[in-house]
């Protein structure tokens, strides 16, 4: 079975009713990014981060998967499917994807502040937290990358991205980095699609869908 590999971006879960904050000029959901979504954002007011953070898992909790990440997990019948996703949201776990790697942290765990290894899932009815919420005897925080931190995963995103059989970017502008980077850790020769309706500039050889995701995927299971 082929390996298929595939790297989802904000456009992927756009259908879904997520907004980002690169969709407002520097806002998001009318806060300044970098105070909601920054190291320093959080050590100047972690109230407000963890208050932003808060209002985006109840948006989230009334998203549903869409017809895309639906046919994304559908595609593990005839693929060994490993997804690579800059969303913080879980709407490809909702959908039935089996392997999600997550670039930039999942918006429904928090982690322990002195100690990054420590993550804890948040479960419905109990997805608020504060800079006093403890856990297992730990204050949390978001587990989500702000900027002005390393992105842990993408050394083990690379490596999925190396084995890849047949490679896939959806719904990214390819300008958030290092997840942009992943184009160059393809094999020669292995094909590599890339669906967004507004495409960026590609290298040579880069199949280009310029759809939506949902009708991008459509389109890409007939091609592969």
């Not at 806060?31 to 050590?43: L, Q, R």
């Not at 690579?84 to 392997?99: K, P």
């Not at 842990?152 to 084995?163: G, K, L, Q, R």
Request: charged share 20%; net charge negative.
């Amino acid at each position: 079975m082929k390996r298929l590999v595939i790297s989802t971006g904000a456009g992927m879960s756009a259908e879904s009713g997520i907004s980002t904050f690169r969709d407002a000029g520097g806002l998001w959901e009318n806060y300044p990014v970098m105070d909601v979504c920054s190291a320093d954002g959080f050590i100047r007011n972690p109230a407000l981060v963890h208050k932003f953070y808060n209002e985006r898992r109840a948006q989230l909790v009334n998203c549903k998967p869409n017809a895309g990440h639906i046919a994304l997990a559908e595609l593990e019948s005839r693929f060994d499917v490993k997804i690579i996703t800059q969303n913080v949201d879980d709407l490809h776990e909702r959908a039935g994807s089996s392997d999600v790697l997550h670039l930039h942290g999942e918006l429904m765990k928090v982690r322990a502040v002195d100690n990054d290894s420590l993550v804890f899932d948040l479960h419905p009815g109990a997805l608020e937290t504060t800079p006093d919420t403890i856990i297992d005897g730990h204050h949390v925080r978001p587990h989500i990358v702000f900027f002005q931190e390393a992105v842990p995963n993408f050394e083990p995103a690379t490596e999925i991205v190396s084995t890849a059989d047949i490679f896939v970017i959806i719904g990214t502008s390819l300008v958030v980095y290092p997840a942009a980077a992943l184009l160059h850790y393809v094999r020669p020769g292995v094909p590599v699609y890339y669906i967004d309706p507004n495409p960026a500039a590609v290298p040579a050889g880069v199949t280009v869908i310029k759809a939506t995701a949902t009708e991008g995927i459509r389109r890409l299971a007939q091609m592969i």
